[in-house]
């Protein structure tokens, strides 16, 4: 089985993160199972997304990474976009046509499952952008808060000692409201932390990341719900870059076939 992560910013240091932690929740998944896991970087846009605009660059830094894997490697069994906010996942279902899961949608259905919930990350213009992305999952439960702290996640994963008593300051503030039932530790640079921060939390402290490669497991071995969409043909497309384009273009060819 070949499964991909997708890192929509250009940073290999979290690309590379990413890879460790999803490795090894996968291999504890897998039981007898086979499996390569690819992770591969955007080659545009910002090296951490922390505002509307990175967000949207992301998208299409995420759609010319996956064009380019294929066309390097082929096509992947399951893809799970490495970004907690999912920039251009439904784009990248649609283009890839294969189960494609974000951290942020894995994590918060997981939350949501136990009840409402608040999420803690770094970078403060993610608050607005996350409640938004949790009103377009239809959760069986809400998202009451997201606590931001002032540093991105690139910025607290370079200074760990400070950034883990900044986010359990956090924690301990989201705990105290009694109707939250979980909390989301969100971002793919802080992978792996949530054990070490949720110790004595009164509620579940979910690693983003962790929930990532749990759904990309599930996904893979037996696709629930349905994760692709129609065809992304659309004639005219001009001045991407050749991967991305050709890929694009063979869509658009197959569609009129």
Do not use: K
Request: net charge neutral; with cysteine.
């Amino acid at each position: 089985m070949q499964l991909l992560v997708i890192n929509p910013n250009t940073s290999a240091e979290v690309t590379r993160a990413l890879q460790q932690q999803v490795q090894t929740q996968l291999e504890a998944l897998a039981s007898a199972r086979p499996f390569t896991l690819h992770a591969v970087t955007a080659r545009l846009g910002a090296r951490y997304i922390a505002s509307e605009t990175s967000y949207a660059l992301a998208a299409h830094g995420a759609l010319d990474a996956y064009a380019l894997h294929e066309q390097q490697a082929g096509a992947p069994d399951a893809v799970l976009l490495g970004c907690f906010g999912d920039p251009g996942v439904w784009a990248l279902r649609e283009l890839s046509r294969r189960p494609v899961v974000g951290l942020a949608e894995a994590a918060l259905r997981e939350a949501a499952a136990l009840g409402p919930f608040a999420i803690v990350t770094g970078g403060t213009a993610w608050s607005p952008m996350l409640h938004r992305l949790a009103l377009t999952l239809a959760l069986p439960a809400p998202l009451l808060r997201v606590l931001t702290v002032a540093p991105s996640g690139s910025e607290l994963a370079a200074q760990p000692d400070a950034a883990r008593i900044l986010l359990r300051q956090a924690c301990d503030e989201a705990a105290q409201d009694p109707r939250i039932r979980a909390i989301v530790l969100g971002g793919a640079a802080l992978g792996g932390w949530a054990a070490a921060l949720g110790a004595g939390l009164r509620v579940p402290l979910i690693d983003s990341v962790a929930a990532g490669a749990r759904a990309l497991w599930a996904f893979a071995a037996a696709p629930w719900p349905p994760m692709t969409t129609g065809s992304a043909a659309t004639p005219g497309w001009q001045g991407l870059a050749q991967p991305l384009q050709q890929h694009l273009e063979s869509q658009s060819s197959s569609n009129s076939a």
